[in-house]
T-cell receptor, first 115, second 114 residues
């Protein structure tokens, strides 16, 4: 069975602080994909990153970075020098190879960046 | 850029009404999806389609039906709306079947059933 756990329901940090959003997944497959999406107050889910299970290199995109650790089944997301515009709900998601393109989403982490 | 549009941002309907939610994508994507999002429950897949006139049940298809007559358009139908269908509905699309491609989402429709 697939499962994505985002244990942090809600996080508040002061602007310019770094913050890490945790994601732990479960799968029996060796080939799978992991995703992060951002949902700002407007409601639309915005795609941030897609990573396949064979690529364990960390990824950095501006202030965003992702740490993929297969050994601990984690795909954590760090925002450096957070800004108020980063306030949103963030979803981690998993898709297994040849499973009808379904994506299983975590419950999300609501991030508040305080000015 | 991928563009997924949904016919309404906000909708108010009465119990028993037939409700149509429309979704259109402009990138020739094969797959289209309908989710509902509820507090504490996250996103749950209602139906998806990987081709015209094809549909597959998701995790919570009861009370819903779908239609995909054209590749770019995927409609979600509530045959007889009920108050427990008050929710945020999100449409998404992805490029190719069986490739675990990124899903791109529309802005969502907030449906209130009175």
């Amino acid at each position: 069975a697939q499962k994505v756990t985002q244990a942090q329901t809600e996080i508040s940090v002061v602007e310019k602080e770094d913050v890490t959003l945790d994601c732990v997944y479960e799968t029996r497959d060796t080939t799978y994909y992991l995703f992060w999406y951002k949902q700002p107050p407007s409601g639309e889910l915005v795609f941030l990153i897609r990573r396949n299970s064979f690529d364990e290199q960390n990824e950095i995109s501006g202030r965003y970075s992702w740490n993929f650790q297969k050994s601990t089944s984690s795909f954590n997301f760090t925002i450096t020098a957070s800004q108020v515009v980063d306030s949103a709900v963030y979803f981690c998601a998993l898709s297994e190879f040849n499973r009808d393109d379904k994506i299983i989403f975590g419950k999300g982490t609501r991030l508040h960046i305080l000015p | 850029d991928v563009k997924v549009t949904q016919s309404s941002r906000y909708l108010v309907k009465r119990t028993g009404e037939k409700v149509f939610l429309e979704c259109v994508q402009d990138m020739d994507h094969e797959n289209m999806f309908w989710y509902r999002q509820d507090p504490g429950l996250g996103l749950r897949l209602i139906y998806f389609s990987y081709d015209v006139k094809m549909k597959e049940k998701g995790d919570i298809p009861e009370g819903y039906s779908v239609s995909r007559e054209k590749k770019e358009r995927f409609s979600l139908i509530l045959e007889s709306a009920s108050t427990n269908q008050t929710s945020m509905y999100l449409c998404a699309s992805s490029l190719f079947r069986q490739k675990q491609e990124t899903q791109y989402f529309g802005p969502g429709t907030r449906l209130l059933v009175l």
